[in-house]
């Protein structure tokens, strides 16, 4: 098993997705060998054609790739990391995601021994700030003294 001391938060960008969706993107669209996330946390909005449908559940924490396979989503830092993927933009996310994303993040912490303070948004990454990002839209300093709190 690989070795990960960081977790990066990110968001689709998107008003609508799944693991599915977002695997699509990345196979299809960028041409990777599968979705760059390692989770994605649902909004309960699925794409389909043009129409929107509550397909999945609002707060839904889907399995991308697998934990032991290195991710692509924070360029020059996927070795050690965990990727997770919010839907949504510009940091409206539900109060169910919100609340999926703190639980996920607090079990990987236990699980691979990762600090507070290297839960991330992409922005914080050295690539992400290099590139302008402002992924994934959401306070983590806040989000991170949350976490040190409970």
């Not at 993107?25 to 054609?49: A, F, L, M």
């Not at 600090?115 to 914080?124: C, Q, T």
Request: aromatic letters at 8%; a negative charge; proline letters at 1%.
């Amino acid at each position: 098993m690989r070795k990960i001391d960081k977790i990066y938060v990110h968001e689709s960008d998107s008003t609508f997705g799944d693991v599915g969706v977002v695997r699509d993107w990345h196979v299809n669209g960028r041409g990777w060998s599968d979705i760059g996330y390692h989770n994605v946390i649902c909004n309960g909005h699925q794409h389909k054609g043009d129409e929107y449908e509550s397909a999945v559940i609002d707060g839904e924490i889907q399995q991308g790739r697998d934990y032991s396979r290195i991710g692509a989503h924070v360029r020059g830092d996927n070795r050690h990391s965990i990727g997770i993927c919010l839907i949504g933009e510009n940091g409206e996310f539900t109060d169910k995601q919100m609340i999926s994303l703190e639980q996920l993040i607090r079990g990987l912490m236990v699980q691979y021994a990762v600090d507070v303070d290297n839960v991330l948004g992409h922005y914080e990454a050295k690539s992400g700030k290099a590139q302008g990002k402002t992924c994934p839209d959401i306070d983590m300093a806040k989000f991170r003294d949350k976490l040190k709190d409970n």
